[in-house]
C-alpha cells in the first residue's frame, strides 16, 4: 500500500506560478512511476504529467507542456509539479497518482494508487 498527500496549491492570478508537492508513504517510493492528473468541475480527470521511477521518461500533456515540469527525489519520497505561467484554465484539482512500474502512463487506468487532490485556483 502506497500513501499519498499532495499539498502546494492554492488561489493566484493568471502568471503566477505555484508549486505542487506529493509526499508519498508506505512502500519503495523509487519503485513507482508517478504521475499528476486533475480534474475540473464538470469534466473528467485528465492527465497532467508523468515520470518514471529513475526520474526520467517524462510526458507532459500539450496543455502544459513547456508551461509546467515535474520532478521527483527519491531520498525524500516526494514528486514535484512546478506550474509556471498559470491560466484561468488550470484550475481544477490535482492528484497525484503512483505506479508501479518503470514507465508511468497517460491513462488513469495505468496508476494504482491516487491522493486526495489539492486545489488550485488561477484567477483572470
Known amino acids: 500500500q502506497v500513501q499519498l498527500v499532495e499539498s502546494g496549491g492554492g488561489l493566484v492570478q493568471a502568471g503566477g506560478s505555484l508549486r505542487l508537492s506529493c509526499a508519498a508513504s508506505?512502500?519503495?517510493?523509487?519503485?513507482?512511476?508517478m504521475g499528476w492528473f486533475r480534474q475540473a468541475p464538470g469534466k473528467e480527470r485528465e492527465f497532467v504529467a508523468t515520470?518514471?521511477?529513475?526520474?526520467?521518461?517524462?510526458i507532459y500533456a500539450d496543455s502544459v507542456k513547456g508551461r509546467f515540469t515535474i520532478s521527483r527525489d527519491n531520498a525524500k519520497n516526494t514528486v514535484y509539479l512546478q506550474m509556471n505561467s498559470l491560466k484561468p484554465e488550470d484550475t481544477a484539482v490535482y492528484y497525484c497518482?503512483?505506479?508501479?512500474?518503470?514507465?508511468?502512463?497517460?491513462?488513469?487506468?495505468?496508476?494504482?494508487?491516487w491522493g486526495q487532490g489539492t486545489q488550485v485556483t488561477v484567477s483572470g
Open positions: 508506505g512502500r519503495t517510493f523509487s519503485n513507482y512511476a
Open positions: 515520470i518514471g521511477w529513475r526520474g526520467g521518461s517524462i
Open positions: 497518482a503512483a505506479a508501479k512500474s518503470v514507465y508511468g502512463s497517460t491513462y488513469l487506468s495505468g496508476y494504482d494508487y
